[in-house]
């Protein structure tokens, strides 16, 4: 596995259990990292993700639900609903991955630990989010500096 790979993997690991367990990020996020340790860099990344999304969640979800009318958000599993959670937040949020590489990045966690049907339906709530890119930059950018 790639190594941001890797702290894309930590990040989301440490999301669900957040999301699951309701457990606090930093005491979970250090946990992960103990057992699988990156360098400092790579840490960081992982710091960037789970901290950047955590405040954003709700802002988060009603941008994915919006894009995946078909699925009531609650019913989206836990897994999924995280990883879509990453790869928006990365591409349109952060800014700091290009959309196909964060598009990629999704499905391949996707199909690490979703289901069966997981790396399509998120390559597909991913495509239709992919084609508001810029709307959807523009409503958290303007969101933060008001």
């Keep these: 596995m790639k190594a941001r790979t890797r702290a894309r993997s930590i ?11 309701d457990h606090p990020a930093v005491e979970v996020m250090q946990e992960r990292l103990e057992e ?28 994915i639900a919006r894009c995946a009318p078909e699925w009531p958000f609650d019913q989206i599993a836990a897994i999924d609903r995280n990883i879509l959670r990453i ?11 290009p959309l196909k590489v964060a598009i990629n990045e999704a499905v391949e966690l996707a199909k690490k630990y979703g289901s069966d049907s ?3 339906f998120v ?16 409503s958290f950018h303007q969101k933060t500096v008001e």
């Excluded at 790869?87 to 991955?97: H, I, K, N, S």
């Excluded at 390559?123 to 523009?138: C, K, P, S, W, Y």
Aim: no cysteine.
């Design 123 to 138: 390559n597909g709530v991913l495509g239709t989010l992919a084609e508001r890119e810029n709307d959807i930059r523009q």
């Design 11 to 21: 990040a989301l690991q440490t999301l669900f259990e957040v999301d699951m367990a």
């Design 36 to 63: 699988d340790p990156l360098p400092d860099e790579l840490a960081e990344f992982v710091r960037q993700i789970v901290f950047g999304i955590l405040p954003n969640r709700e802002r988060l979800d009603e941008v």
């Design 118 to 120: 997981a790396p399509r």
């Design 87 to 97: 790869a928006v937040w990365e591409f349109a949020v952060a800014d700091l991955t």
